[in-house]
């Protein structure tokens, strides 16, 4: 038996699907971890004994050898502070996290040096929104000499299911106010409003996207070096994006902040089968390629929001586990990983630049990307 993996949230949503793609590689030695024995027990043998189930609250100190034995820890759940990170990047072990929130990553990032020492390295940004919205920006770097802007526009379903704790942070954002980079400069910006006409492509054409706080476009900025960074978001359904759009331009969505109204929009958003389960991304970066303006744009879209985003994460942990030559210290996924399109099939792989090695023996079926970099797009 090797060391362990440790999913925290093992049998949720995203979890799950992060267990059980580990457990075909690394049979026996994935943990699906969380508060409930019972609801992990009953997750492993699902999976025909390939995941394991263990009991563990992540709210909760940690015990005296509760790491010990552990190559990696994922953690699938919100966190109000960074005591488990720091923990496991002080012991050696590494550490994923598929947080989307902002102030949360920017605190895990401050322990860059703690895991540099420990020779620990702990990966950020990985799924959908952050993740490949960063991946593919750092592309639009490689194919572009200088690039001073970068909009990234995402889709998603509403007929898609999603996990209780990803709805609650979609409702908290709503009607949230957040600052934004532009032009090297700090702007204050309101979620879902100043609305853009965007071309998915293909059968999906335009959409009207809305600014949404994802943290992408504030950790883009630093990793990156690009001064204007803007996310914006729509769902598939145009009635519902319209719907969110005109509550907030009547101010509406700051009922949400009242406890009952929130608990309610939580409860509709969890029920509602609005649509499809289908996602997608457009990236448009703006700069200049051989000392001419140029235009970098990339397109990405698949089934199931959950499932790209376990799919992303098993990926870089599967590189984190087998390969002894991750740089330590605490990066997002865009500072190590590049993503690898190939007829539906997307693959990770470590970017040549910053780490050497294979592409991960996991990858995501079914994902439609491909980018394109000219003069005029």
């Known amino acids: 038996m090797g060391k362990k993996i440790i999913v925290?949230?093992?049998?949720?949503?995203v979890g799950g699907g992060i267990c059980r793609r580990l457990g075909e590689?690394?049979?026996?030695?994935?943990?699906?971890?969380?508060r409930s024995l019972e609801k992990a027990e009953r997750f492993a043998a699902s999976t025909g004994g390939k995941v394991k189930a263990m009991q563990w609250d992540a709210g909760a100190e940690l015990e005296d050898g509760q790491l010990a034995n552990v190559e990696l820890v994922i953690m699938c759940l919100d966190q109000s502070d960074t005591r488990l990170a720091e923990a496991c990047l002080r012991q050696?072990?590494?550490?994923?996290d598929v947080s989307a929130n902002g102030p949360y990553l920017l605190q895990v990032e401050k322990l860059h040096g703690v895991a540099k020492e420990a020779g620990a390295t702990a990966l950020l940004s990985l799924g959908l929104a952050p993740g490949l919205t960063n991946m593919l920006s750092r592309q639009a770097l490689t194919e572009l000499d200088e690039v001073d802007e970068i909009a990234i526009h995402i889709m998603l379903g509403l007929g898609d299911s999603h996990g209780k704790a990803a709805i609650q942070w979609m409702v908290d954002q709503l009607g949230a106010a957040f600052e934004v980079l532009e032009q090297g400069k700090l702007v204050a910006r309101n979620s879902f409003a100043d609305g853009r006409d965007t071309d998915f492509g293909g059968r999906l054409g335009y959409r009207k996207t809305y600014?949404?706080?994802f943290s992408d476009q504030a950790?883009?900025?630093r990793t990156l070096g690009v001064e204007t960074v803007s996310t914006r978001l729509c769902f598939d359904s145009r009635t519902m994006t319209a719907l969110m759009a005109g509550m907030k331009s009547m101010g509406l969505t700051g009922l949400l902040s009242r406890e009952g109204v929130r608990r309610s929009a939580v409860d509709l958003f969890g029920k509602l089968r609005m649509g499809s389960d289908r996602y997608a991304l457009k990236i448009d970066a703006y700069g200049r390629r051989r000392g001419e303006a140029a235009a970098f744009q990339a397109f990405l879209q698949g089934n199931g929001e959950s499932e790209i985003?376990?799919?992303?994460?098993a990926a870089a942990a599967d590189l984190l586990y087998c390969d002894r030559n991750a740089p330590g210290g605490v990066y997002h996924s865009e500072q190590l990983l590049a993503v690898r399109p190939d007829k539906g099939k997307l693959t990770l792989a470590p970017d040549s630049a910053v780490w050497r090695g294979k592409p991960s023996r996991i990858w995501a079926?079914?994902?439609d990307c491909r980018w394109l970099i000219g003069d005029m797009l």
Do not use: K, Q
């Open 219 to 221: 950790t883009l900025p």
């Open 8 to 13: 925290i949230g093992g049998y949720g949503h």
């Open 92 to 96: 050696g072990v590494h550490y994923i």
């Open 365 to 367: 079926e079914g994902v």
């Open 25 to 34: 590689l690394y049979s026996g030695n994935v943990c699906a971890a969380g």
């Open 309 to 313: 985003t376990a799919a992303v994460a």
């Open 211 to 213: 600014r949404f706080p």
